[in-house]
């Protein structure tokens, strides 16, 4: 079955420190894969996605790279700031359908202090 | 891309008593899911609601339990029923988003049984 391996958190950065969570995934197919941020309380948003290899995601600094290669899509940010706290989702969907559920992986909870 | 409102955004419930959550999409989405997130965890899919026809779930929930609706292809309900402390978490329903920019989320549910 599909699944998503991320790196386990908490990771605590400083104001403007370089951002990497890594990502892996083990899809049937060719899924398209997803970084959703979850901020304290809220709901879930989408961040970015890439839908085929070679595909690169990018919304509010953060980018992500789709790697057929090495199965992986990590999360990158060059610059973090306070206001990027939460918690970090890499999901992919596969199929379609009921197949074309998301899985999600374990979530890191991403810290930035002054 | 689409957005869902979701309601009620909190709830504390006895327990042996249910609680019916509901979303509200302002465009037609093709699929639409229901997903729990215990306390500092990932999401796990509950079921996929189908227009006009039974709920798909995932094993270890059964629509005896968790029964869902959805008449149309902008509204979906999800009952918890007979609750126990064991059910407080966070509901969560999404939509696949027709246009293909992927899935919206609903703000969530913050569930409590006392």
């Known amino acids: 079955g599909n699944s998503v391996t991320q790196m386990e958190g908490p990771v605590t950065l400083s104001e403007e420190a370089f951002l990497t969570i890594n990502c892996t995934y083990t899809a049937t197919g060719y899924p398209s894969l997803f970084w959703y941020v979850q901020y304290p309380g809220e709901g879930l948003q989408l961040l970015l996605k890439a839908t085929k290899a070679d595909d690169k995601g990018s919304n509010k600094g953060f980018e992500a790279t789709y790697r057929k290669e090495t199965t992986s899509f990590h999360l990158e940010k060059g610059s973090v700031q306070v206001s990027d706290s939460a918690v970090y989702f890499c999901?992919?969907?596969?199929?379609?359908?009921?197949?074309?559920?998301?899985?999600f992986g374990t979530g890191t909870r991403l810290q930035v202090t002054l | 891309s689409a957005v869902i409102s979701q309601k009620p955004s909190r709830d504390i419930c006895q327990r042996g008593t249910s609680l019916t959550i509901q979303c509200q999409v302002d465009s037609q989405v093709t699929m639409m899911f229901w997903y729990r997130q215990q306390p500092g965890q990932s999401l796990t899919l509950i079921a996929t609601?189908?227009?006009?026809?039974?709920?798909?779930?995932e094993s270890g929930f059964v629509i005896d339990k968790f029964p869902i609706s959805r008449p149309n292809l902008t509204f979906s309900t999800l009952t918890v029923s007979n609750m126990s402390p064991e059910d407080s978490s966070i509901y969560l329903c999404s939509g696949r988003d027709r246009l293909g920019y992927g899935y919206t989320f609903g703000s969530g549910t913050r569930l409590t049984v006392v």
């Open positions: 609601a189908n227009q006009g026809s039974e709920a798909t779930y």
């Open positions: 999901a992919l969907s596969a199929g379609t359908g009921t197949a074309s559920k998301l899985t």
